[in-house]
């Protein structure tokens, strides 16, 4: 059982890395947040590197030498009207069920003549709903795409793209901070349950706008979640055996600045 105030974290093994997890009793955040202990285990965390590997090899990470680093999608810290700027005529708007009926995706078709929706965007969308949004962009003929929502949406709108074999401008608009969706060349689709992912460069987004008024919308305990995702996905990127000091330099402030806040 968790007392209060107790700090408690696990190191789990991986054939390539470890992931850090660390909790603590809701009733207690501010004094876990205050505590001079949690902060020096964060830095100790921090500071073991490719000890976290589990494998046995304790060479240096992969990515020490780094030669090249290249980021394709523009960043906007933005409110979400900065898609007019990208001179979208046809617009097609793949989004959140929750952020169609709040009006929010019809604020993004409004700065477009030309525009349409889909909204039946499910966890880890299945391939048949890809399939059916598809077809709705081949019909439609959009020359931007924007996505808004979480992971699934984005993926969504990765996966249309992908097989619609359209050439579009992909805009990705976040309104959670864990997933990363927005800047990776990643999607998971889900096919007889099972959860699959699809890779290519295609579908990294060409632009990213990050309106935090977004997460403003959302329940707390979702902005939450999201935050530990965070935490979780940069332990797991500074621990990867291919990381390289750029990516180290993401991973050490993206968990500070969660961690402090």
């Known amino acids: ?31 876990f947040r205050k505590s001079v202990l949690a902060e020096e285990i964060a830095l100790y965390i921090l500071k073991i590197r490719h000890k976290f590997a589990f494998s046995g090899n304790t060479a240096n990470k992969g990515g020490e030498n780094v030669e090249t680093y290249f980021c394709k999608t523009k960043i906007l810290v933005d409110d979400i009207s900065a898609l007019k700027k990208l001179g979208a005529r046809r617009l097609m708007v793949v989004a959140d069920p929750f952020f169609a009926e709040n009006g929010t995706a019809k604020r993004l078709t409004d700065l477009c003549e ?17 399939a059916r949004a598809t077809a709705k962009m081949k019909a439609f003929a959009p020359d931007t795409v924007a996505a808004i929502g979480g992971g699934s949406a984005i993926d969504c709108a990765k996966a249309m793209i992908f097989f619609s074999g359209l050439s579009v401008t992909f805009v990705a608009i976040p309104t959670t901070s864990g997933s990363g969706s927005e800047v990776t060349d990643f999607a998971i689709l889900t096919h007889g349950g099972i959860k699959h992912p699809l890779v290519d460069p295609k579908l990294r987004p060409d632009c990213a706008i990050l309106d935090g008024d977004l997460l403003s919308e959302l329940p707390p305990s979702l902005v939450a979640d999201g935050g530990f995702d965070v935490l979780t996905h940069a332990l797991e990127a500074f621990t990867a055996k291919n990381a390289n000091p750029i990516t180290d330099s993401f991973a050490r402030d993206a968990f500070g600045v969660v961690f402090r806040n």
């Open 1 to 31: 059982p968790i007392r209060s105030g107790e700090i408690c974290f696990a190191i789990l093994p991986g054939r390539s890395s470890g992931t850090v997890i660390f909790y603590w009793n809701t009733s207690s955040q501010n004094d």
């Open 114 to 130: 030309e525009s349409c929706v889909f909204s039946e965007v499910s966890p880890d969308p299945p391939v048949e709903q890809v």
